[in-house]
């Protein structure tokens, strides 16, 4: 809950980091990620996941997000029942990205701010020559440290 008691909304996605795009380029294997960022404030998490299947995203956001909190996602299936976890101590809503990006009945129904932090992690993550596969972890909590108040 925030100040005024009301829940706290954090939008989440997962995405795919260094990997070839359209079948373009050299094949590499990349790194799923998933990530959240808190409407109004800004703070977020990024975090390296080993694929992005239920069980594992579920696992982080009982980890990373408060429960009470307002959960909206996308369509992926994975997100299906985020409801049920933890006897239904998150609330979600969710934008299939096919149809609309925005709900048209609530204007509050998208992911357009996580998208956000996604396209700039991955674009400062692009200038930065010498990416080392090690490393990568230390460069998406780098990049949430230095961009949390930018959000």
């Not at 009982?62 to 239904?88: E, F, K, M, T």
Request: charged share 25%; hydrophobic share 40%.
């Amino acid at each position: 809950m925030d100040d005024n008691g009301d829940p706290i909304t954090v939008e989440i996605d997962e995405s795919k980091f260094f990997h070839g795009k359209y079948h373009r380029g050299q094949w590499r294997q990349g790194h799923w990620v998933f990530g959240g960022i808190e409407r109004g404030l800004g703070k977020c998490f990024l975090v390296d996941v080993p694929d992005c299947t239920a069980a594992t995203l579920q696992a982080k956001i009982r980890q990373y997000i408060l429960p009470g909190s307002h959960i909206i996602a996308d369509g992926w299936a994975a997100y299906a029942n985020v409801c049920a976890i933890g006897g239904g101590i998150y609330m979600h809503k969710v934008v299939v990205h096919e149809r609309h990006f925005v709900d048209p009945h609530d204007e509050d129904i998208h992911t357009q701010n996580v998208e956000n932090m996604w396209m700039c992690a991955k674009r400062k993550l692009r200038r930065q020559f010498g990416t080392s596969r090690d490393l990568f972890p230390s460069y998406i909590h780098g990049f949430v440290f230095r961009n949390l108040v930018n959000f």
